[in-house]
């Protein structure tokens, strides 16, 4: 069975959504944890918070995004 140009243009924009949600969601991330490290030592409330909001984004961006929609949609296209 063929697939017309609009089912694979559709296909290819979900995956380059999901690819680049998941690179954003771990750079903001790993930045946040930065960030938290540095100011733990003067300001441990925001020090906190930002490692805290780091580390979500990280889940964010390398579990649901990278794991649960990025992986299995790259499976689906190379099996076919």
Request: aromatic residues 8%; glycine residues 14%; charged residues 15%.
């Amino acid at each position: 069975m063929q697939r017309t140009l609009s089912e694979l243009a559709g296909e290819a924009g979900a995956l380059a959504f999901d690819l680049l949600v998941t690179v954003l969601l771990t750079a903001v991330g790993i930045e946040a944890e930065l960030f938290g490290a540095q100011a733990y030592g003067t300001q441990t409330a925001l020090g906190l918070w930002a490692g805290f909001m780091g580390a979500v984004a990280l889940y964010a961006g390398i579990v649901v995004f990278g794991g649960r929609r990025l992986v299995p949609r790259l499976r689906a296209v190379v099996a076919e």
